[in-house]
């Protein structure tokens, strides 16, 4: 069955990624036919009905999936009506006694309400026969426009680069935004991910009912929060764990988590970072989720000292009071490479990762070619998307890998990646998005501009206190 998908037009480069993901997810075969960044609408084939509906149930970029009807890339509405009377004709059999509408959606333009009424009964030709119902009719007959962009003041074209006809069959989930808002969430912080790309990145990361996802930089939770709404046993951990305990109550991970309903998906947080886990390195997790520190506003930190032969740090070590358990208690840290950082990412999800599962998570990138970070890569992991978010003198992509199984994988090729792993040992060292951040991308910005969103300048979880 072809059909039309309508996406949301926002964050283009991760529209076709997340139908792709949810595709793995309810094991459905998916072919894109026709897709273009600058349009919303996308056709592709699925084998049933059941299957599209099945397919956007849970998307957050899709608004709506619509049964394909007709077709005309000329832009035509004559051409339009041509392609129905040869192929939607014997569709309408079925429906020939429901009660429908016809609408209209238009992308770049707008219509008055005469010439949108026109264009309605231009199909009484159809041999539909029930009641014309605008509100929840059992049918609905959407006629699509994708007009050329034209700057403001410019003359509209004489038609659309093409129009679409489809039947709807289902909603996609974006009223989740509304549910999940930060405005209305208890506890956030100045660098919590937005509802609507961690929702995102949970569908990518392949979230669902008893998977176990984890975030080892949790910070306030918007990742656990998002997987847990799709099924999942949320586990997190932070370097810095006021950023879990917050206030306490309403004001903590934990508050999120009770506000939504989700606490008996509630799994396990507490104070690690990645090179320091108490978690066994062993394959065990479905899915790993995370936004890591950027190390702009303060250099990247681990847990341990900068000096361990220091007296005062041997003492905390070995004192037996154990005043190190105190809520009170901030462990020491030592500086931390940021490359160093993705591929200790990378070799963790190695070890973590059921066969099949997935890792997503986020880092910057410029928009100067020649200051362009490389995405990273590990013999065990596949890269299945990079999506880019862009802001105003940088940019970000959210990376998604997926574990290879052992028998695939070229212990050769392994052995050598081990040998080229990145080392550091200050803030700015291998670091050179930092350096891009305040030499290149400040230098052209007017004072009070921002350069990026809500986590624009920095993502540090371990910062947000």
Not at 208 to 222: I, K, N, Q
Not at 224 to 236: Q, S, W
Not at 288 to 314: N, S
Not at 315 to 328: I, L, P
Request: aromatic residues 10%; contains cysteine.
């Amino acid at each position: 069955m072809d059909c039309i998908l309508r996406f949301s037009q926002v964050h283009e480069s991760f529209r076709i990624p997340e139908i792709q993901a949810l595709a793995v997810l309810e094991n459905i075969q998916v072919k894109i036919l026709d897709y273009r960044q600058d349009s919303p609408f996308c056709l592709i084939n699925v084998p049933s009905a059941d299957a599209a509906r099945a397919l956007v149930r849970r998307s957050i970029l899709c608004q709506s999936i619509h049964e394909f009807w007709a077709h005309a890339p000329s832009g035509l509405l004559s051409d339009l009506h041509h392609d129905v009377r040869q192929r939607a004709t014997p569709l309408c059999e079925p429906y020939t006694e429901s009660s429908f509408k016809f609408a209209l959606d238009t992308f770049h333009h707008t219509r008055p309400h005469p010439e949108r009424l026109a264009i309605f009964n231009s199909f009484s030709y159809l041999p539909l026969k029930g009641a014309i119902i605008l509100e929840n009719p059992d049918e609905t007959f959407t006629v699509f426009e994708d007009w050329p962009f034209r700057p403001p003041g410019t003359p509209v074209g004489p038609h659309p680069r093409r129009i679409l006809l489809g039947r709807l069959l289902a909603h996609g989930a974006r009223d989740l935004l509304h549910v999940y808002d930060l405005k209305k969430r208890g506890y956030i912080s100045t660098t919590s991910m937005d509802s609507e790309l961690a929702l995102v990145t949970a569908n990518l990361a392949l979230a669902r009912p008893g998977a176990l996802v984890y975030d080892p930089f949790v910070g306030t939770g918007s990742f656990p929060v998002a997987a847990a709404h799709f099924g999942a046993l949320a586990l997190g951990s932070d370097i810095d764990g006021r950023c879990i305990r917050g206030a306490g109550g309403p004001r903590s991970v934990r508050g999120n988590f009770e506000q939504y309903g989700l606490l008996d998906r509630w799994g396990d947080f507490f104070v690690a970072d990645l090179t320091n886990t108490p978690l066994a390195r062993r394959r065990w997790l479905d899915a790993i989720v995370c936004d890591p520190p950027y190390g702009v506003r303060e250099g990247l930190r681990v847990l341990g000292a900068r000096k361990p032969e220091r007296a005062g740090v041997l003492a905390v070590a070995s004192s037996t009071d154990r005043f190190w358990k105190s809520s009170q208690f901030i462990p020491p840290k030592k500086p931390y490479s940021f490359l160093a950082m993705l591929d200790d990412i990378l070799e963790f999800a190695a070890q973590m990762l059921v066969d099949q599962g997935r890792i997503s998570f986020w880092m910057p990138t410029a928009n100067d070619e020649d200051q362009e970070l490389a995405v990273p890569t590990h013999p065990c992991l596949e890269i299945v998307a990079v999506c880019v978010q862009p802001f105003n003198k940088w940019s970000r992509r959210l990376i998604t890998y997926s574990r290879i199984p052992d028998d695939q994988v070229d212990p050769e090729t392994v052995a050598a990646y081990q040998r080229t792993q990145h080392a550091g040992k200050t803030a700015d060292e291998l670091n050179p998005f930092r350096e891009s951040y305040f030499k290149r991308f400040k230098k052209d910005t007017p004072e009070g501009e921002a350069d990026g969103g809500q986590n624009g300048q920095d993502q540090a979880r371990s910062e947000c206190s």
